[in-house]
């Protein structure tokens, strides 16, 4: 007798909405900080890449002489004086997908280096703001 009684016994319907309901409200709260975490996190990594890139760009620097004219001289380049590969692997896109703009000479010092952010383009807020290098 006793084990039938406890086959019979379950969650009902009420118990269950309330318990979606309390699941719903805390991903509510708990979500939209996760998803600030991953931008904050896409722009600290498209700075440790630009970084990276700007140490490459040193080394070549002093090897060559000059800065390059775009950043794929960094993993291959006709000059004599060369002495790379100055990129372990190809030149990295940004975190969203773009390619990182190089202008060499720059307006702000020997060279400028700019990821455009979310949407690819030059200006924006939030996501789709401009990350320079400094």
Do not use: C, H
């Not at 009902?12 to 719903?24: A, D, N, S």
């Not at 000059?66 to 000059?79: A, F, H, I, M």
């Not at 720059?106 to 789709?128: I, K």
Request: hydrophobic share 35%.
């Amino acid at each position: 007798m006793r084990s039938k009684r406890f086959l019979n016994q379950g969650f009902t319907l009420i118990e269950l909405l309330i318990v979606m309901v309390i699941l719903g409200l805390l991903a509510s709260l708990v979500a939209p900080q996760m998803f600030s975490k991953v931008e904050s996190s896409r722009r600290g990594t498209a700075s440790a890449q630009m970084q990276m890139l700007a140490t490459s760009l040193d080394a070549y620097r002093l090897d060559v002489g000059k800065y390059p004219d775009n950043l794929t001289e960094l993993r291959q380049s006709t000059n004599k004086k060369w002495d790379g590969p100055y990129l372990p692997r190809d030149v990295p896109f940004d975190p969203w997908g773009n390619p990182y703009v190089y202008r060499f000479p720059g307006n702000n010092g020997p060279f400028d280096m700019v990821s455009l952010g979310a949407d690819g383009r030059e200006g924006g807020e939030g996501e789709n703001a401009d990350i320079e290098y400094k």
